[in-house]
């Protein structure tokens, strides 16, 4: 079997993924009630009449910390992948995932310090 019977499949699942998405966005859209009314176009917030414009600014640690709480969660991802195939990584892989974790401790500690993880 050649490398471009192997690329074949991957086109023929992502062709068939694409196909299988855009029939179902058709089918939504034909099959859906168009009726509308006050109830579902008004804003929802959790059961409450909404207080202000739902374009208000929010606090910049909003942000903030909702970015960093992405980029800690995706470096943790690769803890697992490690995890199960560290015994085949040896001794180099278990001292470089070492410094890996300690890039993110001294990160996390740097955030910290500075207060981006404080909301006062």
Same mark, same amino acid.
């Given at each position: 079997?050649?490398?471009?019977?192997?690329? =074949?499949?991957?086109?023929?699942?992502?062709?068939?993924?694409?196909?299988?998405? +855009?029939?179902? +966005? +058709?089918?939504?859209?034909?099959?859906?009630?168009? @009726?509308?009314?006050?109830?579902?176009?008004?804003?929802?917030?959790?059961?409450?009449?909404?207080?202000? %414009?739902?374009?208000?600014?929010?606090?910049?640690?909003?942000?903030?910390?909702?970015?960093?709480?992405?980029?800690?969660?995706?470096?943790?991802?690769?803890?697992?992948?490690?995890?199960?195939?560290?015994? @085949?990584?040896?001794? +180099?892989?278990?001292?470089?995932?070492?410094?890996?974790?300690?890039?993110?401790?001294?990160?996390?500690?740097?955030?910290?310090?500075? =207060?981006?993880? %404080?909301?006062?």
């Amino acid at each position: 079997m050649g490398v471009h019977a192997e690329y =074949g499949y991957v086109a023929g699942y992502l062709l068939c993924s694409v196909v299988l998405a +855009l029939i179902i +966005l +058709l089918l939504s859209y034909l099959l859906i009630l168009k @009726q509308s009314d006050l109830e579902k176009v008004s804003a929802y917030e959790c059961g409450f009449d909404p207080f202000s %414009d739902a374009r208000g600014k929010f606090d910049v640690r909003f942000y903030l910390v909702s970015i960093l709480f992405i980029i800690f969660d995706l470096e943790v991802t690769y803890l697992f992948p490690w995890a199960v195939s560290l015994d @085949q990584l040896g001794t +180099l892989g278990y001292f470089t995932m070492m410094v890996f974790l300690i890039v993110l401790l001294v990160g996390f500690v740097y955030e910290w310090r500075k =207060g981006a993880l %404080d909301w006062e």
